[in-house]
């Protein structure tokens, strides 16, 4: 795309860009480089922290609907320690889920 074909905004958005030798580049991306590394470590650390935290017991009797029928949370183990529940919102006269969930 040509200077005179981009609109004045992508034009202004182009000359502002710094542009520099490879050396300078390369020097400012390990710099990045290490802040995405220490991001990831606290990202990492955050969620250690999270799998730590405290378990709350479940006294409330929960009923879902399953493929087969009503089943309870103990049902829904069935005899496992560990269970994987993905989280689907539809609201009422929705014709579709929520893009988000």
Do not use: N
């Not at 034009?11 to 490879?22: G, P, Q």
């Not at 390990?30 to 999270?50: A, G, N």
């Amino acid at each position: 795309m040509s200077t005179q074909t981009k609109t004045p905004v992508a034009r202004k958005r182009t000359l502002e860009h710094a542009i520099v030798s490879r050396e300078e580049w390369v020097k400012t991306r390990k710099e990045l480089l290490k802040k995405e590394k220490e991001f990831t470590r606290q990202r990492d650390e955050l969620s250690r922290q999270r799998r730590a935290l405290p378990w709350v017991k479940v006294e409330k009797p929960y009923v879902f609907d399953a493929p087969h029928g009503k089943k309870t949370f103990a049902d829904l183990f069935d005899g496992r320690s560990q269970l994987i529940i993905y989280h689907f919102m539809l609201a009422p006269g929705w014709k579709e889920g929520c893009e988000k969930s």
